[in-house]
């Protein structure tokens, strides 16, 4: 029923690249292979226009001015240009830095890159289904506070954060607002303009674009942000971010950009996506005893189902669904054994927490392979529950 390979199941950790999209970016695989920084010949203006194009299709995903787009290689390069370019900049000797304790390993590892420079930081914990309380974060902020950051969407649950509240906060005491929006745009409607966030990060490759390039939205605001590059050279992006741009990325992840809006338009295709995953849960947890959603059921994504199952190892599981494509939740911790340092800061149930797998949903996932891999993930937990 599905070929050769397994039903993929895990486009929260990067999503096929879209037709639309290979078929923009050849050109600049081939004849059209210019510098964007060429200034003194139709090869370089050939390539500047193409970046220019994208970068307003980038900007406009996000409600931003296309001069606030900074192109880097992904979200690990924007999450560290965020946080290591805002606390560096600054003139004050110390600093403090606040972030939840559910963020991506990229702000996390960036935070303690951070305190060996001598920099502090507060982790701010979350509720049983992984919410930040924004007045936990307004606790935290002192007079020493240089940013906080705080993801819009979880990787391995999908459940949203209250943003516009948090952003709200720390902007009353003057401290720089930074989101790792990576899984909620092109998902849901992004806006950092409605938002009111000062730096945004996100990843072509999350959003049917190509990997190896994403964007920092930097706010063009007076008194101006003031961010100290992390890679030096040639002054491209702003002086933010140096290196030849890599033209066909950028043209793709335009491409993809543009592709999300047409769909959040009617967000018929989230509202799809939403209820074949709902349709998972309903066939699994009529089926099943001792399963249970981690993560809010009310502010979440459309796409991502992080299912715990009692009695049952989520590695043994993931290994047995054969057919099936999906993960315990973060591609980048899931070499490593230890648990989710996400579902342990919910004070999930460690057994829930051992059998926790997730399913992420994308643009090319039908209701039969949902109906498919909810009665291999029936069959297969009932076997392993009997051993
Ligand atoms: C995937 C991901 C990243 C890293 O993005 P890359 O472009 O792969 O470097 C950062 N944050 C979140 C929440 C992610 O899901």
Request: glycine share 8%.
């Amino acid at each position: 029923m599905t070929g050769d390979r397994p039903i993929y199941l895990d486009h929260a950790a990067t999503t096929p690249t879209a037709p639309e999209v290979v078929e923009a970016m050849l050109p600049y695989l081939g004849a059209c292979f210019g510098n964007a920084s060429s200034r003194s010949h139709a090869y370089g203006w050939e390539a500047e226009k193409a970046v220019k194009s994208a970068r307003s299709w980038v900007a406009k995903l996000i409600g931003a001015r296309p001069g606030e787009i900074i192109f880097t290689s992904g979200a690990t390069e924007a999450n560290n240009l965020a946080l290591k370019g805002l606390v560096r900049a600054s003139t004050a000797r110390c600093g403090h830095i606040i972030v939840s304790a559910v963020e991506h390993k990229a702000v996390l590892d960036s935070v303690h890159a951070l305190e060996r420079e001598g920099y502090t930081s507060t982790l701010v914990g979350v509720d049983s289904v992984g919410r930040v309380d924004p007045k936990d974060v307004a606790d935290a902020i002192t007079d020493e506070t240089l940013i906080c950051s705080v993801m819009l969407a979880n990787n391995e649950t999908g459940t949203l954060q209250p943003i516009k509240e948090i952003a709200a906060f720390c902007k009353a005491r003057g401290v720089v607002f930074h989101c790792d929006a990576v899984q909620a745009v092109g998902k849901v409607p992004v806006d950092v303009g409605d938002l009111d966030v000062d730096l945004l990060s996100l990843s072509a490759h999350k959003m049917y674009g190509p990997k190896g390039i994403g964007a920092l939205y930097v706010r063009n605001q007076t008194p101006k942000l003031r961010l100290e590059p992390i890679i030096h050279g040639g002054g491209h992006e702003r002086g933010l971010r140096s290196g030849t741009l890599p033209v066909h990325q950028i043209v793709g992840f335009g491409e993809a950009a543009s592709l999300a809006m047409r769909e959040l338009k009617t967000g018929a295709e989230a509202r799809r996506q939403a209820s074949i995953r709902d349709l998972l849960w309903d066939l699994v947890s009529s089926q099943l005893s001792d399963v249970t959603i981690n993560g809010s059921q009310e502010y979440r994504l459309p796409n991502v189902l992080n299912l715990g199952f009692s009695g049952v190892d989520a590695e043994a599981l993931i290994l047995a669904l054969r057919d099936v494509a999906v993960s315990t939740g973060s591609a980048c911790t899931s070499s490593s054994y230890e648990p989710s340092h996400v579902l342990t800061t919910m004070g999930v149930l460690r057994e829930y927490i051992d059998g926790a797998i997730r399913i992420s949903v994308g643009r090319t996932t039908t209701q039969m392979q949902m109906e498919h891999t909810s009665a291999r993930i029936v069959e297969t937990v009932e076997a392993l529950r009997l051993f």
